[in-house]
């Protein structure tokens, strides 16, 4: 078992590695013409979801992570959609709630997954 929460921690480390490089890249001024006030609804729709739901809680209002403990930090994750969707379904022990379809629709679920990868 402790070689799992070791393997965890390692993992959790590189994610957020990857996060931080991925971050650096690209500081160009691209204008696709894209819809960036729709990306932008979106955006505050999700946040504001992730601030009702309770998650801003322990994870920051932007999921920047209370600044302590770097499990708490989900902006820039690297989690792929079926492990994010079993993190909220199932929770993390007694860190962190598991959220129903009722609490947290697919909809939702995807919405703050897309947010949050940003």
């Known amino acids: 078992m402790l070689a799992w929460s070791r393997l965890g921690v390692l993992l959790i480390v590189a994610v957020m590695l990857a ?9 160009g001024d691209d204008d696709d013409g894209g819809s960036d006030g729709a990306d932008e609804a979106v955006a505050s729709e999700a946040q504001a ?17 209370d600044g302590q403990n770097p499990r708490t930090e989900v902006r820039g994750t690297r ?15 007694e860190a962190m709630p598991g959220y129903t379809e009722e609490q947290v629709s697919e909809e939702q679920l995807m919405m ?4 949050l990868r940003e």
């Open 49 to 65: 979801f992730f601030v009702e739901a309770g998650c801003a809680e322990c994870h920051g209002e932007n999921g920047e992570g």
């Open 79 to 93: 989690m792929i959609i079926q492990a994010f969707r079993q993190r909220v379904r199932n929770g993390r022990g």
């Open 112 to 115: 703050l997954w897309e947010w």
């Open 19 to 27: 996060g931080a490089l991925a971050a650096c890249g690209g500081g």
